[in-house]
């Protein structure tokens, strides 16, 4: 992959590397710069220490966030399979369904699921008319992870799709003409060729799902602290931006790690992002 | 009723101009015409032309030409969190009494010029000079309230009088608790009888104990989402502030509200001009127009808390004249105010917050007995030992971890099998 650099290329990348230098280099040099600092801007390692005290929640984050990215997965997978097979004008009509809840806030989204899941809501009611009784769903891990699948299932669909869409099916005529049956088909052929799009989804759903906060709070109630959670409350209420700062770290890492580890699964080595 | 409240308003806002038309304003106020004003205040904290109440911003503007820029925040933390950290100016801002205490020690307040403000009058003496503003320099009340609780009466077997009901295992999943921790802990430190201001670590570590120990009923932690869940029949108990009761009623009339007897947190939010405030004098002149009787009047009747202007209480025609939950007699309960705590404490406080939110649940019930039982409260464990959560969401990804590790090596090693031919 060599690139030509000549001055016009240069020239050509130079707002982005203006962009990046300002918005994502130097904020991450201030990220580092408050996690080893107090709040008098002394070298301290005491946020560094803190960070034993929030294990238990970096593991519930991680666990939650695995949790959700195989559901979505698991979903995704057949629905974009599903999708790619229709004609080009169906294809459109559906992708835009998988879109059409990404047009209105995440944050609305996520408050009606309360609406949705909670003791006397439309659920509950319904169970109770047909006699099942009240199912307790709000404020539970269950409704945490089901918010997450909820909101970044179009980011599973999205990647995978686009890739099974561009596949070359004159492969999976050839993998028919060996005799392969249709699961063969599948699991020998397209799976594979698709294994681009399903990391990038993994990568897609997993990052924001360990990161995220406002779907704890609304659906876990509040007693399902992710460490989202807690690097808010860090910056809006304690003010304490070196402990939220060196939570970040940690998170950032942690992310990078496994981003790092989803690059191993994909063939042909190509990089994520 | 609120038939009622629309002619009144409506009454009033014909009445406005009229006002407008006696005080002709004089020459330095004139200057300030097309000027901009920054108002930052909590949300839901103004009447905003809203079902035909009046919008106080919007007359104000009419009245001076001042254009006000209004935002909204939450709650103290956050609204100090934002002006700390710089990039925002603001020239107005309502906080409450601990938090004017803390911005007065860090000189984030600038001193208001009274002559200005003539219509401070109606602030009778007793809301003057209170604690956090000793010399009555920095801020104007715009409010006084009281935390008490909430409940269904459809849903409690018997009506409360204790925040110990917060506590009681029959209301398991349906009891809700402020998720701030400067209210949370007033609750603990009201049942424990210490004193909110405390600034012993031991006594807000017994608290925080008292808080954890709460998991065992699943408390769900909450804001604004208060109004939805009360007002649907979603929780049986909440903790909250006693004019959003008044709110909540009108669209549930099976809510009540007691002040438990173990003491409420009495608050004073009061409106106070920023430090280098650009736009100072138009800062006073909305000060005075917030207290004047008719805005006063349709801002206590929208915001429904109680209001420190003597012109708005001790008027027959509003709505909440005389309610003995929102005026009640001085010494009916036990009542204290927020102070601002010490940089340690409040370290402190922040920490064991997040300890309880992070505490779990099914440990908890183990523990009930500590408060309600007969054991003393000196062997409470606040080592960090490992938690069962810790080690069930260790092992869950320690096995999945091993899984992807175990499909890697398999992979690996299929290719090279494969490579061999």
């Given at each position: 992959m060599n690139k030509r650099t000549s001055a016009g290329s240069k020239l050509v990348a130079s707002p982005y590397i203006v962009w990046a230098a300002l918005f994502i280099i130097a904020p991450l040099f201030f990220v580092v710069y408050y996690s080893f600092t107090d709040k008098g801007g002394a070298f301290t390692l005491e946020n560094v220490q803190m960070l034993s005290k929030y294990l238990p929640t970096f593991l519930r984050s991680i666990w939650f966030g695995i949790v959700a990215t195989i559901i979505c997965l698991v979903i995704a997978f057949p629905m974009a399979y599903i999708i790619s097979q229709k004609t080009d004008k169906v294809q459109r009509t559906m992708v835009m369904l998988v879109m059409l809840p990404m047009w209105m806030s995440f944050l609305i989204r996520t408050y009606s699921w309360m609406a949705i899941l909670q003791d006397t809501g439309i659920i509950n009611s319904f169970f109770s008319k047909i006699g099942i009784g009240q199912v307790h769903m709000i404020n539970t891990g269950g409704a945490v992870i089901l918010g997450m699948v909820y909101n970044f299932l179009p980011y599973m669909i999205l990647p995978i799709y686009s890739v099974m869409a561009k596949l070359d099916y004159s492969m999976v005529e050839a993998c028919q003409d060996l005799g392969g049956n249709r699961l063969t088909v599948i699991r020998r052929c397209i799976m594979p060729m698709s294994i681009p799009g399903v990391v990038s989804g993994i990568t897609m759903v997993f990052v924001p799902s360990v990161s995220t906060f406002y779907i704890s709070q609304k659906l876990g109630g509040g007693s399902f602290d992710l460490i989202g959670d807690v690097i808010e409350r860090q910056f809006?209420?304690?003010?304490?931006y070196n402990l939220g700062a060196s939570l970040s770290l940690v998170l950032m890492i942690l992310i990078l790690i496994s981003m790092a580890v989803m690059n191993k699964f994909s063939d042909e080595g190509e990089m994520v992002i | 009723m609120k038939k009622v409240l629309c002619a009144v308003t409506a009454l009033l806002i014909t009445l406005l101009p009229l006002t407008v038309a006696y005080s002709a304003p004089d020459g330095d106020i004139e200057a300030l015409r097309g000027s901009t004003l920054y108002v930052y205040n909590w949300g839901e904290y103004i009447s905003d032309g809203a079902d035909g109440t009046v919008d106080v911003n919007a007359e104000f503007t009419k009245k001076y030409g001042i254009k006000v820029v209004y935002d909204t925040y939450d709650n103290n933390e956050v609204m100090y969190s934002k002006l700390k950290g710089g990039g925002v100016s603001y020239d107005i801002v309502i906080p409450s009494d601990y938090m004017i205490e803390r911005m007065i020690n860090e000189d984030m307040l600038e001193k208001i010029n009274f002559d200005n403000i003539p219509n401070f009058k109606y602030i009778p003496e007793k809301y003057r000079n209170l604690d956090y503003d000793p010399t009555g320099e920095y801020s104007v009340p715009y409010t006084v309230s009281y935390v008490g609780l909430i409940y269904n009466t459809k849903m409690v077997e018997e009506a409360p009088d204790s925040w110990k009901v917060l506590w009681d295992e029959r209301y398991t999943n349906n009891i809700l608790m402020f998720n701030n921790p400067r209210d949370a802990f007033a609750i603990a430190q009201s049942i424990l009888g210490q004193d909110y201001n405390m600034d012993t670590e031991e006594g807000w570590r017994v608290a925080a104990a008292l808080l954890k120990e709460q998991k065992s009923v699943n408390p769900v932690y909450v804001n604004d989402e208060v109004f939805l869940k009360m007002e649907a029949g979603e929780a049986a108990l909440a903790p909250y502030y006693v004019g959003d009761y008044f709110l909540m009623k009108e669209n549930n009339d099976d809510l009540a509200f007691v002040y438990p007897k173990e003491g409420v947190n009495y608050f004073v939010d009061a409106a106070c001009i920023l430090k280098g405030a650009k736009n100072k004098r138009a800062a006073e002149l909305y000060l005075d127009f917030i207290n004047e009787p008719e805005i006063a009047l349709a801002n206590a009747e929208y915001i429904a808390y109680g209001s420190p202007n003597s012109a708005v209480y001790d008027n027959p025609d509003y709505e909440y004249y005389e309610n003995e939950l929102l005026y009640p007699e001085e010494g009916a309960f036990k009542t204290q105010l927020f102070k601002n705590l010490p940089p340690n404490i409040l370290a402190l406080q922040s920490s064991l917050w997040d300890d309880v939110k992070n505490y779990n649940a099914t440990a908890a019930s183990s523990e009930?007995?500590?408060?309600?039982?007969?054991?003393?409260?000196?062997?409470i464990d606040n080592g960090e030992a490992m938690t069962p959560v810790t080690i069930k969401y260790g092992i869950c990804i320690g096995v999945f971890l091993l899984l992807c590790l175990a499909y890697v090596i398999f992979r690996t090693i299929r290719k090279k099998h494969r490579e061999q031919y």
């Open positions: 809006q209420q304690s003010y304490n | 009930r007995a500590l408060f309600f039982g007969d054991s003393t409260q000196n062997n």
